[in-house]
């Protein structure tokens, strides 16, 4: 949009008096951001309603996005650069004597994820608005977000993350015409009725209402606006003699009260359950009903609308519309199930067995007792149809969906959808040849890839605007509405001026780094030491612990030999991760890193060589401050284990190297960057399955013959770090009694051994910044907008909106 300082100084201070009833001196910080961000509202407002009307003009086919998490991170920033006035605001803010960081900064992340699954909702939200496809999101709208983790005494403490605040979602509205009731629980039997039909009839079921929130997705300097539906839960006015008690209503708000609430009692099961059935059932029936407005008959919904269920949270999708369509609307169950398939599709996020959910039968019959008669359905015919054709009887025992005592939403979600897709190569080709090869052999159309990625505009234009403006100095504004055009930066990667012009960029990210390390920990560290970090999800798959034992080799070294000392680069190892609340394993690597830092930053003997930093409450705007910090991208996971990474990405956008394993997209990256420009080491997959069909690994063989492993392994046990008694030894005997899950030891002299080529590299600054520059120029590959143009044409089917 177009629009002067002048004309933003006159809104924002009629906001800011309207609003807020106060002035631009007296204002606080978080004053200013609600009549900031009320302000933003205001402008687009026009072009959302303008975009609704027009959608159903035009009968557009609509994508629905259902996730359980959505991480967006603040919202101020995209808005503001999505709209185009990202500088207007910010000139503004100089012209007024007002820092618009710190007002950015009163803005709460909205934390509505966990981690990588979430944020690629997010992303999506973006892409979906920015490449000009009607795609909505369909999610919870959690009362608090993932905890806010506090470290004390070197231990993760999980504190409820209240992201309203004072201030609520003033990018939210609340949507009372598309509110919906919900119904769990009781008992349902079928009765005939006049025209001959059976319906069910419902006894003593719980029912509640459903209350949509809608947060509008800006498209970039598109004027298409897109939704972000999220779901809270009320009681339903006629059924309030139910709840009498303050608990009553209580256990009623607990469904959108956290993401993921504990799950390893039986009470948390099934609230968990109640979750994702609750925000399943509300967004189908508000799509059904929105649908019907446009006139045309249920048989022909799949041309109008796409259902997408992300990973297996939403997975009973299907069975849900399926109960719609037959109870609600009376549609013959063949007609129903061809429409269902067709509009049903899946992403799986993981290859890891555990993670693939199944709920136990008698819970989910008593949670959901006709869906779960739906499913008895779907099941039933499915064996039918797969005895017909001939699957021989032990695949159709493996892939029905209620087997075992179990109902299997992943099987739910494949046999219910007409696309099952991966998030990286070699991910989609695990699951083809392994994780899901039965459901791959009858059904291989199904199958697909969609390779992840990143809102570059946030990894760049907002998180690195030093780095924006160096690229704009080299090969032009073009980048930034045409991401491709990084491309041409691949002509500079050896030019010395550009070298240096870049160096300095990093040197300025670090430096505002440093001084929030410092702040929040009290840790001093110099820019000339290498970046070297690692932030995601605690997991042992992710092999924290791995980079753990280098740094204890190292710090060794250092002990031992002082002389190592001299030709060594200082060198930052920076971490954060949260741990989730019931995940013992990962918590006790969280209190070693904060006892090994606090040994190594404060052992004078070692003369500041080596620093180490975690920062607690990791999360998206934290994100943004260390990435375009880091020199090293840490992406070690063992291979086969990380189905996508995406944070890999974002590293290599703004100008880090990577250090990895050939894992999930780390693959994409290095073919994409050539041998030279990434440090890879490591098993691959192929060596890890090897060990899988052998069952040869040995981790005790390992610890016993080489002394440095030995070494390494014992300070876990032997006093070396201070305060870690219980959580040593539980180190130790995952590495040794446990035989070592994840190949730690075996990929350990490898992983050393790439430390040192990347030291090397980084102490000749012209390969380094060949490296980085290179990184920076191939990015572009990773870009969520081509990612959402193959989700959009290839799975859902849809059409651009039209410019007039
Ligand atoms: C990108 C991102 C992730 C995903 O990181 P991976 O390294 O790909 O697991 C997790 N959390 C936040 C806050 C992120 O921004």
Do not use: C
Request: net charge negative; aromatic share 10%; proline share 3%.
């Amino acid at each position: 949009m177009k629009l002067t300082t002048k004309q933003f100084i006159s809104d924002f201070e009629q906001t800011l008096h309207r609003e807020e009833m106060t002035t631009f001196d007296t204002a606080t910080n978080s004053e200013l951001f609600v009549a900031l961000a009320k302000t933003v509202r205001g402008y687009y407002t026009p072009q959302w309603i303008e975009r609704n009307k027009e959608l159903t003009q035009n009968k557009e086919k609509i994508a629905y996005y259902f996730s359980i998490e959505f991480l967006p991170g603040r919202m101020l920033e995209t808005n503001l650069l999505n709209l185009g006035i990202l500088d207007t605001v910010k000139k503004a803010f100089s012209k007024l004597g007002l820092n618009f960081e710190d007002v950015k900064n009163a803005e709460h992340d909205m934390a509505l994820g966990n981690g990588g699954l979430g944020r690629l909702a997010a992303a999506f939200m973006d892409s979906l608005a920015t490449t000009d496809y009607p795609g909505f999101g369909n999610g919870l709208r959690y009362k608090y977000g993932l905890f806010k983790q506090r470290i004390i005494n070197g231990y993760q403490v999980e504190l409820p993350d209240s992201w309203f605040g004072s201030i609520g979602n003033v990018w939210e509205t609340r949507k009372d015409h598309d509110i919906v009731n919900v119904r769990l629980f009781g008992d349902v039997y079928l009765e005939k009725a006049e025209d001959g039909h059976l319906r069910p009839v419902y006894r003593n079921a719980q029912v509640l209402r459903a209350v949509p929130y809608d947060v509008p997705q800006l498209g970039y300097n598109n004027g298409n606006v897109n939704n972000l539906r999220l779901w809270d839960v009320e009681i339903p006015e006629e059924d309030e003699l139910n709840y009498r008690s303050l608990a009553d209503l209580r256990r009623v708000q607990d469904i959108t009260a956290i993401l993921y609430p504990d799950d390893s009692t039986d009470d948390g099961k099934k609230l968990r359950l109640m979750q994702e059935y609750f925000m399943t059932s509300a967004g189908l029936q508000t799509i059904i009903k929105t649908y019907l407005k446009l006139g045309m008959p249920l048989e022909r919904i799949h041309e109008k609308v796409a259902v997408h269920i992300n990973d297996t949270h939403p997975a009973v999708a299907p069975a849900e519309f399926m109960r719609l369509l037959v109870d609600d609307y009376d549609m013959e169950w063949e007609d129903a199930w061809n429409v269902t398939v067709k509009v049903m599709s899946y992403t799986n996020h993981t290859i890891l067995s555990e993670a693939l959910e199944k709920w136990n039968e008698g819970l989910f019959r008593y949670v959901l007792p006709r869906v779960y008669q739906i499913i008895q359905e779907i099941d039933r015919r499915f064996v039918e149809e797969q005895v017909a054709q001939g699957t021989p009887s032990e695949v159709i025992e493996r892939t029905r969906i209620i087997k075992d005592g179990n109902v299997h939403m992943a099987h739910l979600a494949i046999i219910g959808g007409h696309s099952v897709n991966g998030v990286a190569k070699l991910h989609t080709e695990l699951l083809k040849a392994d994780t899901l090869h039965d459901f791959y052999t009858i059904s291989p159309e199904k199958f697909n890839n969609k390779t992840n990625g990143i809102v570059h505009r946030r990894w760049t234009q907002i998180a690195a605007p030093e780095l924006s403006a160096a690229i704009d100095k080299t090969i032009g504004k073009g980048w930034r509405s045409d991401i491709h055009k990084l491309r041409a930066l691949d002509e500079y990667v050896d030019d010395k001026a550009v070298q240096e012009r870049f160096a300095e960029v990093k040197t300025d990210a670090k430096k505002r780094l440093a001084r929030y390390i410092y702040d929040t920990t009290g840790v001093q560290v110099s820019t000339d030491a290498i970046f070297d970090v690692q932030v995601k999800r605690l997991h042992a798959y992710k092999r924290q612990l791995l980079n753990v034992m280098y740094i204890i080799k190292l710090y060794l070294e250092l002990k031992d030999n002082p002389q190592v000392a001299k030709n060594m680069t200082p060198h930052v190892f920076i971490f954060g991760a949260k741990a989730a609340p019931g995940y013992h394993f990962a918590k006790s690597v969280i209190k070693i890193i904060n006892e090994l830092a606090n040994l190594i930053n404060n052992d004078e003997s070692i003369h500041d060589k080596i620093k180490v930093v975690f920062l607690e409450n990791y999360r998206v705007s934290l994100a943004e401050l260390i990435i375009p910090a880091a020199d090293i991208s840490e992406q070690i996971s063992l291979a086969s284990k990380e189905a996508s990474g995406t944070s890999n990405m974002k590293f290599m956008m703004t100008g880090a190297v990577t250090l990895a394993t050939l894992d999930g997209a780390n693959i994409e990256i290095k073919d994409e960057v050539g041998d030279d420009n990434i440090v890879i080491f490591g098993m691959d997959k192929d060596a890890v399955y090897s060990h899988y069909d052998k069952h040869d690994y040995s981790s005790r063989t390992l610890y016993d013959s080489d002394p440095t492993i030995h070494r390494v392994i014992d300070t876990f046990v032997d006093g070396t770090i201070p305060n870690i008694q219980a959580e040593g030894n539980e180190i130790y005997n995952a590495l040794i009694t446990y035989n070592d899950e994840y190949f730690l030891l075996e990929d350990f002299e490898s992983y050393v051994k790439a430390h040192e080529r990347i030291a090397a590299a980084y102490a000749d600054q012209k390969t380094w910044m060949h490296m980085s520059l290179t990184n920076i120029a191939r990015s572009a590959r990773f870009t969520s907008d081509d990612t959402i143009e193959q989700y959009a044409q290839e799975i859902w089917g849809l059409t651009k909106r039209k410019h007039e």
